[in-house]
């Protein structure tokens, strides 16, 4: 399996928080004039429309998506770490097997 690089990660990013947050504003661009009551220890704290919500919720919505974005770069970043760790190792006993011969040459 190929690693996600950072040439497709950080595009591959940007749909995917951009679709996070527009499916994330649906619901309350959708309901948006639906009366809410919101209580803690069954007494209202709020009582309003959704829409008067929209800012808080908003901001919810789009820390959600940035995480994802960036979680996105994250794996991609480690994905392609990974692959060259592992190229490096294969490189590494590589050149160990060709020392052991070469030093029983000169034995």
């Known amino acids: 399996m190929k690693p996600l690089s950072l040439k497709i990660g950080i595009p591959l990013a940007l749909i995917l928080t951009s679709g996070v947050l ?17 209580k803690v220890d069954k007494e209202p704290v709020f009582v309003g429309r959704l ?3 929209i800012v808080p919720y908003a901001g919810l919505a789009v820390a959600i998506s940035l995480l994802t974005g960036v979680t996105t ?3 991609a970043g480690w994905q392609q770490a990974l692959h060259h760790s592992n190229r490096m190792q294969e490189k590494l006993a590589s050149l160990e097997g060709k020392i052991e011969s070469q030093e029983s040459l000169i034995e």
């Open 73 to 75: 770069v994250a794996i």
């Open 22 to 38: 527009m499916l994330t504003t649906i619901p309350m661009l959708s309901f948006g004039d639906i009366e809410v009551v919101v």
């Open 51 to 53: 829409n008067d919500m």
